[in-house]
C-alpha cells in the first residue's frame, strides 16, 4: 500500500501554477530585463508555462514589458522588469530615539520617508503616534492609486520566532510587547501582510533582497545605533534569517566583552554596548538624552576624552566585527547606524582592527568585503517592507 499523500488534481494545479508565478517573479525581481526566453532557461520551465505565468503576471499589474531583445536564432523577445507602478509597501522603524518610516516600490525605491524624533516613551503612546504618522503617509500623493501589499515594523530587540512579540527592548524599557496589536485598532482600513521583526534583521533582509545582478550568498548587517545588534540572512527563494531557538541570534551587543565590566542595560555586565553604543557614549561624556548624539559630539571631536572614548569604541567595534567573521563567516557584512555618522575617530579603529586580523586564521589575502552606509536612516524600515513583498511572493496572498 502507497503512505504516499495524494493531492486533489484541481488544487495541485493551482499550487502549481502559483509556485511557477512566483518563481518567475523572483527571477525577474533579481535579474531586471530577462526575456521569457531566458527565463525558461534558467528556471526549466517550459515556453508555455513562462508565456503562461507572464502573462497573468503582467495582467496583475506586477511586470511590465520593456524593450524587444535579441536573441541568438529564435524570436526576439521583450525584456520584463518589475512594474513599480502598481503596488507599494509600507515599513516602519521603531527606534529608541524615533520613528522612521517609508512607502517603497517592489524594486526598493522610496516613493515616501519620514523621521520623526521621539523621546522614548510608552508602548502604547508610540504604536498611536506611528499609527497617525503612516496615515499621513497613505495620504501622500505618490500614494495615491497604488494596491498596499502590507506593513513591516522593525524594533530595537529580540522577537520571539514562534509568535510576534518582542521580547525585551531594553534601551526603551519594554518587556513582552505584542506591538502590532497594539498598533492595529489605529489602522482600521489597512490591509495586506502584517510583520514585526528586530531591526537589524530587517535592514539585513532589505540589504540582501533589494540587491540584483551580484548578490551575496549571505550578508551581515551590523546597526550601530543607541544600541548594537545584527542580523544574518542567506540563501534566496526567499533568503532566511538566522534566529535562534528565542530570537536571539546576532545580538552581538550583549555579547560580554569585558566580563565583570560596567552594567548593561540587560542586566549583565561587561556586554558589548557598554563598550560601543550610542547609550555608553553618552554616558561618558555626559550628553543628555534629549540631545542629539551626532549633533553633540561633531563639535567637540578636538577633545582628547572624546577621542578617547570614540576610539575605545571603535576598538570594541572591530572586535565585533572581526568576531562576527569569525562566527558567521558572511559574503559581505554592511555597517550602519547613527554611529557611523560619527566618521572616522570611531570608524578607523574599527576598520584597522578588523582588517589587521580577520585573515589571520587561515592565512589568506581575501578581504571580506565591508559596505559602511553613511545614512541608513531608512535601511530598516525600507527592510522590513521588503519582509513584507516577500512574505507576499513566496505565501499564499491570492494576488501572485
Ligand atoms: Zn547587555
Redesign the pocket.
Known amino acids: 500500500m502507497s503512505t504516499s499523500f495524494q493531492p486533489h488534481r484541481a488544487g495541485d494545479l493551482h499550487f502549481l501554477k502559483r509556485l511557477n508565478r512566483s518563481a518567475i517573479l523572483e527571477q525577474i525581481r533579481r535579474t531586471p530585463g530577462l526575456t521569457r526566453a531566458d527565463i525558461a532557461t534558467q528556471a526549466q520551465l517550459t515556453k508555455a508555462t513562462v508565456g503562461g505565468g507572464v502573462q497573468s503576471l503582467l495582467k496583475q499589474g506586477w511586470l511590465r514589458e520593456g524593450e524587444l531583445q535579441k536573441s541568438n536564432g529564435g524570436r526576439p523577445g521583450r525584456s520584463l522588469y518589475l512594474n513599480d507602478q502598481h503596488y507599494a509597501m509600507l515599513g516602519a522603524e521603531v527606534g529608541v530615539h524615533g520613528l522612521r518610516l517609508v512607502a517603497c516600490t517592489l524594486s526598493g525605491e522610496l516613493l515616501a520617508s519620514h523621521h520623526e524624533h521621539l523621546v522614548p516613551t510608552t508602548p502604547e503612546v508610540t504604536a498611536e503616534l506611528l499609527a497617525e504618522l503612516l496615515q499621513t503617509l497613505m495620504a501622500s500623493p505618490v500614494f495615491a492609486g497604488r494596491h498596499c501589499l502590507g506593513l513591516g515594523i522593525a524594533l530595537p530587540g529580540p522577537i520571539d520566532p514562534t509568535t510576534p512579540v518582542l521580547r525585551r527592548a ?1 534601551n526603551l524599557g519594554w518587556r513582552d510587547i505584542r506591538f502590532l496589536e497594539l498598533l492595529s485598532p489605529h489602522l482600521p482600513q489597512m490591509t495586506g501582510v502584517w510583520i514585526m521583526d528586530n531591526e537589524a534583521k530587517s535592514a539585513a533582509f532589505g540589504e540582501l533582497y533589494f540587491r540584483t545582478g551580484q548578490i551575496p550568498d549571505s550578508l551581515v548587517y551590523v546597526s550601530a545605533g543607541t544600541g548594537i545588534g545584527s542580523g544574518m540572512v542567506e540563501g534566496s527563494h526567499p533568503p532566511l534569517i538566522s534566529r535562534g531557538l528565542q530570537g536571539l541570534a546576532g545580538e552581538i ?2 555579547t560580554v566583552l569585558q566580563p565583570g565590566g560596567l552594567y ?5 555586565r561587561g ?1 558589548a ?1 557598554t563598550l560601543v553604543s550610542g547609550w555608553s557614549i553618552r554616558a561618558a561624556l555626559g550628553i543628555a538624552e534629549e540631545e542629539n548624539l551626532i549633533e553633540a559630539i561633531l563639535p567637540r571631536l578636538h577633545e582628547e576624552q572624546v577621542q578617547l572614548t570614540l576610539r575605545r569604541a571603535g576598538e570594541a567595534l572591530g572586535t565585533l566585527l572581526l568576531n562576527l567573521h569569525h562566527t558567521q563567516n558572511p559574503s559581505e557584512i554592511v555597517l550602519g547606524g547613527s554611529l557611523v555618522q560619527l566618521g572616522a575617530p570611531l570608524l578607523d579603529p574599527a576598520l584597522a582592527f578588523f582588517n589587521a586580523h580577520q585573515n589571520r586564521l587561515l592565512g589568506t589575502r581575501h578581504q571580506v568585503p565591508l559596505r559602511v552606509i553613511e545614512d541608513s536612516t531608512f535601511i530598516a524600515a525600507r527592510g522590513a517592507a521588503a519582509q513584507v513583498l516577500a512574505s507576499v511572493i513566496h505565501g499564499p496572498s491570492d494576488l501572485i
Open positions: 531594553p551587543g550583549h548593561c542595560h540587560c542586566g549583565n556586554c554596548e
